[in-house]
């Protein structure tokens, strides 16, 4: 990993770090703000989740909210070290929808708070573009993917060559 990259992802991910140590050791101070979001996602979760496992998807958004801090936090640390970097990419993009959610202002918030709340949401968009992105990062090399097809084409050219130079010899 170059230097360059190091450096950007240690920045990137110290938001979210910063961010998840603040939710994980103090949840009730941002439960107020995300108990509008997982008041309407809990339920969803639980119809989605197997039946066995449904009973253990949190109700509390003090928990939820600890959930998504413990996540920025691992996420953060994978991403930076570059241990698990697309893992931990998209588990910072998945911690960035309630952040996202949090930040929103109610919906009969009035104009001054709602323009108090938009760098917030910006930011928190920002990050969440970022995060997607950085979930595609392959530093520079090719997909194992691209990979494959590029052998395979150049088998092919090879074969088609060896061809036509036995039909020019004949």
């Not at 941002?30 to 108990?35: D, H, T, V």
């Not at 003090?62 to 698990?84: H, K, L, P, Q």
């Not at 990419?89 to 109610?106: C, T």
Request: a positive charge; aromatic letters at 4%; charged letters at 25%.
């Amino acid at each position: 990993m170059s230097l360059l990259r190091f450096l950007a992802r240690s920045l990137f991910a110290s938001a979210f770090v910063a961010d998840g140590v603040r939710k994980v050791t103090s949840p009730t101070e941002l439960a107020p703000e995300a108990e509008a979001f997982t008041s309407r996602i809990a339920p969803v979760v639980q119809r989605v989740v197997p039946s066995g496992y449904s009973s253990h998807v949190p109700d509390r958004a003090e928990s939820w909210v600890r959930i998504c801090g413990a996540a920025e936090v691992v996420g953060g640390v994978m991403f930076a070290t570059g241990i698990g970097r697309r893992i931990g990419a998209l588990l910072l993009a998945k911690a960035s929808i309630l952040n996202i959610a949090m930040s929103l202002p109610e919906k009969g918030a009035d104009p001054d708070e709602k323009q108090a709340r938009r760098p917030e949401v910006l930011k928190n968009t920002a990050l969440l573009g970022a995060s997607i992105l950085a979930t595609q990062d392959l530093q520079g090399r090719p997909s194992a993917s691209w990979r494959r097809r590029n052998v395979s084409r150049r088998g092919r050219r090879t074969k088609a060559l060896k061809k036509a130079r036995q039909a020019v010899s004949s």
